[in-house]
């Protein structure tokens, strides 16, 4: 019947949770299987590092040791070479991007946290597409570095102020858009599509920042990320394999004219299924925040235990009450009736460079039982009504 009800449109993704980026569909092929097994789970030296390196639809090709190709999420291949070597003959000079890079412009939260897990953002980063407030309260080192002007608001990213960028003098934009980069290369910029038409598996999401790693020779620096979020998956496996309870699990939301999931293709439906759990959209494939019918959503709602809404408090998901007001169309799913109902804090949306305590956090989510006394930092379960004036008064004044 689910495959009766459902009609997913490949459309653009309005409401980003991280700039996102990165892609596989049914593990897309070979890119989300675990890419070299002779890898193992330590890190790697440059002496037994892979010469070429599948990313979802990323890759990293080793040619020599002056010379790596990669690709981007556009297809688009970039040459690079470090600096005081001979640039090559056989490419087009706006593919070459000199190493290690120095100046970074990025659009995207998810690129903005790659740099910190490389240990580089505040040696290059000199641009960004979010203003100093919104970074203040999770992210201190990007409202540091703009208060001291080393980072520039650039504007927002659908209309970048293409001559503030100049002024700026990155040597690299990551970006999720590629209609910037004709400008782009008028300017003589080269730029890096981060993003791709499919929605990010678990295995692209983890491994991403060891497609990032050439351009600022932090090779061992991504080694070391991955094992630690590789770890965390086994210590999740582990943890939730006695499981009795396999909860059911919706993502996504409602909005006026549209209905977005996360696929099950996903890195969150990937997660969900690992924790011993059942994703409700585990058939769905495509791009993330791919949009589904209302029929669709409701079908999936009517016997689900857990959802994350892609809202914030901000935006006013502060109840169970307060999402059915705003979409009434779902007042009746059973995670707003008797289940449970999570919003995303601020800070996760900033804070993919910690990856394996998200992932932990929805695993405790899932399996409270599991994880005794767990602490959230970035979700937080909303209650079945909004507090009064006098109970929210009493909480800030107890």
């Known amino acids: 019947m689910k495959t009766m009800l459902h009609r997913a449109v490949r459309k653009p993704c309005l409401l980003r949770?991280?700039?996102?980026?990165?892609?596989?569909?049914?593990?897309?092929?070979?890119?989300?299987?675990?890419?070299?097994?002779?890898?193992?789970d330590q890190p790697l030296g440059a002496e037994t590092r892979p010469a070429f390196l599948q990313i979802g639809e990323f890759s990293v090709r080793h040619i020599s040791p002056t010379r790596t190709e990669v690709r981007d999420g556009a297809g688009r291949t970039l040459v690079l070479i470090?600096?005081?070597?001979?640039?090559?003959?056989?490419?087009?000079?706006?593919?070459?991007?000199?190493?290690?890079?120095?100046?970074?412009?990025?659009?995207?939260?998810?690129?903005?946290?790659?740099?910190?897990?490389?240990?580089?953002?505040?040696?290059?980063?000199?641009?960004?597409t979010v203003p100093e407030k919104e970074w203040a309260g999770c992210s201190p080192d990007i409202a540091r570095g703009m208060q001291e002007g080393r980072i520039v608001y650039l504007g927002d990213a659908s209309s970048i102020d293409f001559e503030r960028l100049k002024q700026a003098e990155p040597e690299l934009v990551l970006t999720w858009d590629p209609s910037a980069v004709p400008?782009?290369?008028?300017?003589?910029?080269?730029?890096?599509?981060?993003?791709?038409?499919?929605?990010?598996?678990?295995?692209?999401?983890?491994?991403?920042?060891q497609f990032l790693a050439p351009f600022f020779g932090r090779e061992q620096e991504a080694d070391h990320y991955f094992a630690k979020v590789d770890a965390a998956l086994k210590e999740i496996r582990a943890r939730t394999a006695a499981s009795r309870m396999q909860p059911k699990v919706m993502w996504g939301d409602i909005y006026e004219k549209r209905v977005l999931v996360e696929p099950g293709n996903a890195w969150?439906?990937?997660?969900?299924?690992?924790?011993?759990?059942?994703?409700?959209?585990?058939?769905?494939?495509?791009?993330?925040?791919?949009?589904?019918?209302?029929?669709?959503?409701?079908?999936?709602?009517?016997?689900?235990?857990i959802f994350f809404t892609y809202r914030t408090k901000d935006s006013g998901a502060t109840s169970k009450a307060a999402i059915a007001r705003m979409n009434p169309l779902i007042k009746n799913?059973?995670?707003?009736?008797?289940?449970?109902?999570?919003?995303?804090?601020?800070?996760?949306?900033?804070?993919?460079?910690?990856?394996?305590?998200?992932?932990?956090?929805?695993?405790?989510?899932?399996?409270?039982?599991?994880?005794?006394?767990?602490?959230?930092?970035?979700?937080?379960?909303?209650?079945?009504?909004?507090p009064t004036a006098s109970q929210a008064q009493s909480e800030v004044h107890p």
């Open 17 to 40: 949770l991280g700039p996102v980026l990165l892609a596989c569909v049914l593990l897309l092929i070979a890119g989300c299987r675990q890419q070299d097994a002779s890898q193992g």
């Open 82 to 128: 470090p600096r005081g070597a001979p640039l090559p003959e056989d490419c087009n000079p706006k593919q070459v991007v000199r190493t290690p890079v120095r100046r970074v412009a990025a659009y995207g939260y998810f690129d903005v946290a790659t740099l910190r897990m490389l240990g580089v953002l505040d040696e290059v980063l000199v641009g960004v």
């Open 183 to 209: 400008i782009l290369d008028d300017l003589r910029i080269p730029a890096v599509i981060t993003s791709t038409p499919q929605a990010t598996c678990l295995n692209a999401r983890m491994r991403y920042v």
């Open 333 to 386: 799913i059973a995670p707003l009736k008797h289940g449970r109902v999570y919003a995303p804090t601020p800070c996760y949306i900033q804070s993919m460079d910690r990856m394996d305590e998200i992932l932990t956090e929805i695993s405790a989510i899932l399996h409270p039982d599991s994880y005794p006394a767990f602490q959230y930092q970035f979700f937080e379960e909303l209650p079945a009504t909004d």
């Open 268 to 305: 969150v439906g990937e997660l969900v299924e690992l924790a011993q759990s059942n994703y409700q959209f585990s058939d769905v494939f495509g791009t993330s925040c791919i949009e589904i019918t209302v029929e669709r959503f409701l079908y999936s709602g009517e016997d689900a235990d």
